[in-house]
């Protein structure tokens, strides 16, 4: 969400029933108001506001430019329960702003698409590198790893917001004992019977401790090229 600068105009959509201080006006829930130092909250129209657009959150770019071209613009904000703070909404502009920034976003749009497929690729292509990168990795470390095996655990301890150890810093730089933890972890669920075990009702330390020594066998053959290590 895009930062509310402390310089910028600022309208309020209340939690509760306003009332206008300076003309009076009893505006209910969920009214747009302006907090004014001395002033209290005014109603758009007191406020000067009125005559302004709004603007949902929501198109970067549209957004942008309405505010370029707006001399006057305001953000909306509305306060949030769940996370106790004001998001913002949108934006209020005038309306001729908002028409030209509308043109110029029609008259580019198929080059913005074309630009957000590029970075979509360029991001893709980066993933793909450091997938390659962590299983030539795991080939220096364990030469004996069978045959597309190194592909195959890169791609699963690499995958995109796993969670998992391929996301880590010390993964992404390579690092030796991260790159293991990978390893390990493939050996433990495909070499050995730890997932029977937690199927069976194990405790998953317990599981682990139980096939540790298969899994230092396996490790063991795949660093020093062992031969028949895999089943």
Known sequence: ???????????????????CDECGAELGRHAWITLQEGKGALCLSCADLDHLVFLPAGDTALTRRARKHSKLSAVVLKWSQARKRYERQGLLVEEKALQQAEQECAADQKAREAARARAA???????????AAFAQRI???FPGCPAGRDAEIAAHACRK????????????ALDAAAVELAVIAHIRHTETGYDELLLG???RHEARSKVSADV????QKWRTGGHNAGK
Do not use: C
């Not at 360029?122 to 993933?127: F, G, H, K, P, S």
């Open 1 to 19: 969400m895009q930062a509310i600068a402390t310089n910028d105009l600022k309208v309020f959509i209340s939690q509760r029933e306003s009332r």
């Open 121 to 131: 690729e360029r991001r893709a292509e980066l993933d793909e590198q450091y997938v």
């Open 139 to 141: 080939r220096e470390l």
């Open 161 to 172: 917001y796993s969670g998992r150890v391929g996301r880590s810093a010390a993964a992404k």
């Open 201 to 203: 009702g194990w405790d």
């Open 216 to 219: 230092d066998e396996v490790l």
